[in-house]
């Protein structure tokens, strides 16, 4: 029974860590087309998902796009 709590914790603990090593490519679809923003990794991948948009330099905002192909 120790064995299978300590797998089954060692399981979350190595799938957590997996994520947060996660990457991706994003981009937003702009007034003339996709916009590349470039990969993204960990914790600023996970926020930028979470956000859900890019707002730019004019106040514009856009729906980003991770890790499609």
Do not use: Q, R, W
């Not at 029974?1 to 799938?15: A, N, P």
């Not at 993204?40 to 890790?67: K, M, P, R």
């Amino acid at each position: 029974m120790k064995k299978l709590i300590l797998s089954v914790t060692l399981l979350g603990f190595l799938s957590t860590s997996c994520a947060k090593n996660k990457c991706a490519e994003c981009h937003y679809d702009g007034p003339s087309g996709e916009v590349e923003m470039g990969t993204y990794c960990g914790d600023e991948l996970h926020d930028l998902e979470d956000l859900g948009t890019f707002t730019d330099s004019l106040g514009n905002s856009f729906v980003v796009h991770c890790g499609e192909h």
